[in-house]
């Protein structure tokens, strides 16, 4: 099964919840201004997210109103060419320029934040690159392991500390050392405990200093991982991550598990953070680059 068809499967929840309910809303209804109402709510309930949900009615009240949507066919369509316009396509995560080109990864625990360095890992060392990973996860138990494991898988270097240690240290450790080896990537794990507690932001905003320190312009890319279980909640972690450490990208996991799907509208409305990442299973080709217009034709196919 190519990604593709991977992606249509992996979106079979959210299309329910999205399209299919908005279909059944447009099917043998008169176009009118109670319709439109009706649609913002079922994108509301779809984790669309009310700003994104109020700008596509907006624009499809446009549009009828200029009598380019008169029918159901018209009105799919309308939503369709809306959902992607929405979507920002995100420069993709790739080593060019200055080496090592650092990604720094943060999120909450259990959203795939450690998976999902694996997996970023062995695309890079698959593209014949080195990749050095930095166990900067020094607080949850098993963390230093299970990042251990992935850089085996990947061909990667790792460099760990003691379970405790500073994770700045870590992170400056790792970072010098490929420079010093002339590694290609760096790739950065972060702890995840709950993004409302002051002291993790201020760790990730030491460990960010310490790795300017060495390298003035890493790190290059601030991943957040995000899961798309979580809804609307992971509009709140995105919000006081990316005023922590300044996110530049968004790595959404778990998409095939979830009818929550509509939340990568409400991150790019909301946020104007762009998903450059999503993962639609557990192999590791099942991380990709985001695309926009493959990921609006795999929702309405």
């Not at 790739?94 to 090592?100: D, I, Q, S």
């Not at 949850?140 to 990667?156: N, Y």
Request: contains cysteine.
């Amino acid at each position: 099964m190519g990604f593709f068809d991977k992606l249509k499967q992996g979106l079979a929840k959210t299309r329910k919840a999205l399209i299919e309910n908005t279909e059944a809303l447009f099917r043998g209804r008169v176009v009118d201004e109670g319709l439109l109402e009706e649609l913002e709510e079922t994108l509301i309930m779809a984790d669309v997210g009310p700003q994104a949900a109020t700008s596509i009615t907006s624009a499809m009240r446009e549009k009828i109103r200029q009598g380019k949507a008169l029918n159901s066919g018209d009105l799919k369509a309308a939503l369709k060419d809306e959902i992607k316009k929405m979507l920002k396509k995100g420069q993709k995560i790739m080593c060019a320029g200055e080496k090592p080109y650092v990604v720094l990864t943060v999120g909450v625990n259990g959203v795939g934040k450690t998976t999902t360095i694996g997996k970023l890992a062995r695309r890079f060392t698959d593209h014949g690159f080195s990749v050095t990973l930095a166990a900067g996860d020094t607080f949850r138990a098993a963390a230093i392991e299970q990042l251990e494991i992935w850089a085996h898988r990947a061909g990667a270097q790792i460099v760990k500390h003691r379970s405790g240690a500073d994770p700045a240290a870590v992170a400056f450790d790792a970072v010098a050392s490929a420079k010093a080896k002339k590694v290609d990537v760096v790739i950065i794990d972060t702890a995840g405990r709950l993004h409302t507690k002051t002291n993790l932001m201020d760790e990730l905003k030491k460990i960010k200093r310490a790795v300017s320190k060495e390298i003035p312009s890493a790190p290059h890319e601030v991943l957040l991982v995000i899961d798309a279980i979580s809804g609307q909640n992971a509009i709140n972690q995105a919000r006081i991550f990316n005023e922590a450490v300044g996110v530049t990208g968004i790595a959404l996991t778990k998409l095939d598990g979830t009818a929550k799907g509509g939340i990568i509208l409400a991150i790019n409305k909301e946020l104007n953070i762009p998903v450059k990442l999503i993962g639609v299973g557990e192999a590791v080709e099942d991380l990709q680059d985001f695309d926009p217009a493959e990921f609006v034709d795999a929702l309405f196919d």
